[in-house]
């Protein structure tokens, strides 16, 4: 018979916290995975934005109006007329002074590229101008119809 003591060693006592470690890295690895794939889901749309079957606006109570072309050569134009980026500028700070909610529409051909439709909108959001809207041409395409590349 061996000699020792009688009393039993208590074993390791259980864990009261819950260790975040592994939940933590599970989220951070989702966190990174949905950062990279959000922008790829966004960017594979083909769109041919000019034209739309959209109703006419309502007949009620309009701001003022501003229509201004960009021309398939570049050129721009305020109201029919032929204008530089420094006068439209200018013309469209005056209007934002005389009426803040004035609406801008915009008419660009379809072969404007997307960086001159973005500066001009640039320019007249500097200028006070923030109500921009885009003219299509009504009734041009079918809505079933898949964009062509």
Not at 90 to 99: P, S
Not at 111 to 123: C, F, K, N, Q
């Amino acid at each position: 018979m061996a000699f020792g003591r009688l009393e039993r060693p208590q074993g390791t006592q259980p864990m009261s916290e819950i260790n975040m470690t592994p939940l933590i890295d599970v989220m951070l690895v989702l966190l990174v995975i949905f950062m990279l794939t959000a922008p790829l889901m966004t960017s594979s749309l083909k769109l041919d934005l000019p034209k739309a079957d959209a109703p006419p606006p309502p007949a009620n109570k309009q701001p003022p109006i501003l229509t201004i072309v960009l021309t398939a050569n570049g050129e721009m134009h305020l109201d029919d007329k032929s204008v530089k980026p420094e006068d439209l500028v200018k013309q469209a700070q005056d209007q934002a002074k005389k009426h803040p909610d004035t609406e801008v529409q915009l008419r660009a051909d379809q072969s404007v590229s997307y960086g001159r439709v973005a500066d001009l909108i640039g320019l007249l959001q500097k200028a006070g101008l923030n109500r921009i809207a885009f003219v299509t041409d009504p009734g041009a395409a079918d809505a079933t119809e898949p964009a062509k590349p």
